[in-house]
């Protein structure tokens, strides 16, 4: 059974942010691309706003001007992790919690008070409650 099969038997919400979608439009592999996008309809996302918004990465009527203290804690001065940091500000505001690969992002979304898990453990945890 694949993962959407699972979400859409439960009654599991699963929210995502112009980030994700944006983030798969820039795959350059155009079958993968397409794939993602595919995904992205079976599971029936929630659009949110992020809880903060940055320059050059945002889409300002998709986020929020937030106040930044959770946002700067996540990017660290990294400027390779804005698009992290406004998933993961936004996951720790919202109270949602963050499914991510990310060793580092996960980390830090719980040590500042958030939820998070990584995918593998997600569907695990989806699996063996629809037993």
Known sequence: MELSDIVNCKKVEIYVTHIQIDEINKCSDVDRRARLNIFMVKIRPILISTSSAAYDIS???ESKFGDGIIFNKIKKGNINQVED???????IKEEIVLVTNDKRLKNIVIKLGGDAIFLDDFIERLDAGRK
């Open 59 to 61: 889409r300002y009527d």
């Open 85 to 91: 940091a406004l998933i993961g500000e936004t996951a």
